[in-house]
Nanobody, 121 residues
Framework: QVRLVESGGGLVQAGGSLRLSCAAS????????MGWHRQAPGKQRELVAT???????NYADSVKGRFTISRDNAKNTVYLQMNSLKPEDTAVYYC???????????????WGQGTQVTVSS
């Protein structure tokens, strides 16, 4: 069994910062890409950022220059540093990890339970 547990969400004023964390635990042989998605009320879930096991990153245009994704492979943890937050960043943020479990040859995608980020104007 694999679990992803997020933390760090909350309420912040526009222009402020938050740092999200997501730790993967359980039966893990290898973690490939890790990332963050978000879903605002009434909108579809969208990709925010991803980071590969080698450290290559990718960002949605809407967050480039403001958000930074990173990971600590020793801790199976991915982070999202969010600066210069805007009200339109308000959403539930979900972490994702592509994981291979011991004895299983394929990689599977796992999701966290989500953490609320609210940016007030």
């Amino acid at each position: 069994q694999v679990r992803l547990v997020e933390s760090g969400g909350g309420l912040v004023q526009a222009g402020g910062s938050l740092r999200l964390s997501c730790a993967a635990s359980g039966s893990i042989y290898r973690i490939d890409a890790m990332g963050w998605h978000r879903q605002a009320p009434g909108k579809q879930r969208e990709l925010v950022a991803t980071v590969t096991s080698g450290g290559s990153t990718n960002y949605a245009d809407s967050v480039k220059g403001r958000f930074t994704i990173s990971r600590d492979n020793a801790k199976n943890t991915v982070y999202l540093q969010m600066n210069s937050l805007k009200p339109e960043d308000t959403a539930v943020y979900y972490c994702t990890s592509r994981i291979r479990q011991p004895g299983i040859t394929i990689l599977e995608d796992y999701w966290g339970q989500g953490t609320q980020v609210t940016v007030s104007s």
